[in-house]
T-cell receptor
Framework: EPEVTQTPSHQVTQMGQEVILRCVPI?????FYWYRQILGQKVEFLVS????????KSEIFDDQFSVERPDGSNFTLKIRSTKLEDSAMYFC?????????????FGPGTRLTVL | GENVEQHPSTLSVQEGDSAVIKCTYS??????FPWYKQELGKRPQLIID?????GEKKDQRIAVTLNKTAKHFSLHITETQPEDSAVYFC???????????FGAGTILRVKS
């Protein structure tokens, strides 16, 4: 069964540095999402992406964040200047975008640690 | 926007007993309600979901009920086993292509 993959599994960075988190969604998925989960807390929506543009973003997704699908397979989340409070697990997810098939499949996550 | 409340935050049961986790949502337009199980350090895994045109759905030891009028839905796990121990999250969404709004999670501990 195909799965969403994410790299790296763990990223340690210094405050103020840029990071790029990468995801390879399931090939026939059309909608893509980034979520984050601060340790011990709930999963929070960051941004959704469809047809090569952002369809919705949360208050968390400010000007420091950007997403792109550079080559039709990878889906990336960039944080331009990381802050301590960006430390979290970041999950990529996708769904088929078909009525009655709403299931979102999550990747294994990237643990981002900002020092 | 949508807000999902989940209770209890922790639940301990004896192996073989049933466990019930409840969620309420605020947006009456939501019509898709999945439940995810998350083991420590792992990705959320879908265990069951329900759409608003259905009141109940069952899959072996797991069932979900939905009351659209009251805007609440519940997860029922029967004959619990130690491997059911995990964090369970409920979520709500408008439909495909829309974000999931998650509840705060329930830590389920099944004692053998």
């Amino acid at each position: 069964e195909p799965e969403v993959t994410q790299t790296p599994s763990h990223q340690v960075t210094q405050m103020g540095q840029e990071v790029i988190l990468r995801c390879v969604p399931i090939s026939n998925h059309l909608y893509f999402y980034w979520y984050r989960q601060i340790l011990g807390q709930k999963v929070e929506f960051l941004v959704s992406f469809y047809n090569n543009e952002i369809s919705e973003k949360s208050e968390i997704f400010d000007d420091q964040f950007s997403v792109e699908r550079p080559d039709g397979s990878n889906f990336t989340l960039k944080i331009r200047s990381t802050k301590l409070e960006d430390s979290a697990m970041y999950f990529c997810a996708g769904d088929l975008g078909t009525e009655q098939v709403d299931t979102q499949y999550f990747g294994p996550g990237t643990r981002l640690t900002v020092l | 926007g949508e807000n999902v409340e989940q209770h209890p935050s922790t639940l301990s049961v004896q192996e073989g007993d049933s466990a019930v986790i409840k969620c309420t949502y605020s947006d009456s337009a939501s019509n898709y309600f999945p439940w995810y199980k998350q083991e420590l350090g792992k990705r959320p895994q879908l265990i069951i979901d329900i759409r608003s045109n259905v009141g109940e759905k069952k899959d072996q030891r797991i069932a979900v009920t939905l009351n659209k009028t009251a805007k609440h839905f519940s997860l029922h796990i029967t004959e619990t086993q130690p491997e059911d121990s995990a964090v369970y999250f409920c979520a709500a969404s408008l439909e495909y292509g829309n974000k999931l709004v998650f509840g705060a999670g329930t830590i389920l501990r099944v004692k053998s």
